[in-house]
């Protein structure tokens, strides 16, 4: 039967393959010029996989149970890392936004929306593990 606190786990690992997918695709696309569907697939993953982080990280707030001892503090840092993501997948996506918004792509705003992505990629990553830790560790939702 599911629950409500399965719906994070559940709502968590669509925004990850799309983030990740999303900064391969417009990495790719910086040594590929000539395909600009590649530009644009990189965007729209962006856009989707913000939207996604948000459903995310909602879930995670408000379904989740609290947590006490070593799992309550892994938790904290879960949130305080999945917060950082979140705001840094906006920035970055904000930034695509605009550039395309501007006719802007080939300048330095794509860049800057870029690099920042990457930090959102970092970031996902180091939120996943922790993630795992809660889930593996600690046998939260098992």
């Given at each position: 039967?599911?629950?409500?606190?399965?719906?994070?786990?559940?709502?968590?690992?669509?925004?990850i393959?799309?983030?990740?997918?999303?900064?391969?695709?417009?990495?790719?696309?910086?040594?590929?010029?000539?395909?600009?569907?590649?530009?644009?697939?990189?965007?729209?993953?962006?856009?989707?996989?913000?939207?996604?982080?948000?459903?995310?990280?909602?879930?995670?707030?408000?379904?989740?149970?609290?947590?006490?001892?070593?799992?309550?503090?892994?938790?904290?840092?879960?949130?305080?890392?999945?917060?950082?993501?979140?705001?840094?997948?906006?920035?970055?996506?904000?930034?695509?936004v605009?550039?395309?918004?501007?006719?802007?792509?080939e300048?330095?705003?794509?860049?800057?929306?870029?690099?920042?992505?990457?930090?959102?990629?970092?970031?996902?990553?180091?939120?996943?593990?922790?993630?795992?830790?809660?889930?593996?560790?600690?046998?939260?939702?098992?």
């Amino acid at each position: 039967m599911i629950t409500e606190a399965h719906l994070h786990p559940m709502a968590v690992h669509f925004p990850i393959a799309v983030i990740l997918l999303g900064f391969i695709v417009d990495f790719v696309s910086l040594f590929w010029k000539k395909e600009s569907c590649l530009s644009k697939m990189g965007y729209w993953l962006e856009i989707v996989g913000m939207l996604g982080a948000i459903v995310a990280f909602g879930t995670g707030y408000f379904l989740t149970n609290p947590m006490e001892g070593e799992a309550g503090d892994l938790r904290e840092r879960h949130e305080l890392f999945a917060t950082l993501t979140l705001v840094s997948i906006i920035i970055a996506t904000l930034f695509r936004v605009l550039a395309t918004y501007m006719n802007k792509e080939e300048t330095r705003l794509k860049y800057i929306s870029l690099i920042l992505l990457f930090f959102s990629v970092v970031l996902v990553i180091i939120t996943g593990m922790l993630g795992g830790q809660l889930v593996y560790d600690y046998m939260i939702g098992i």
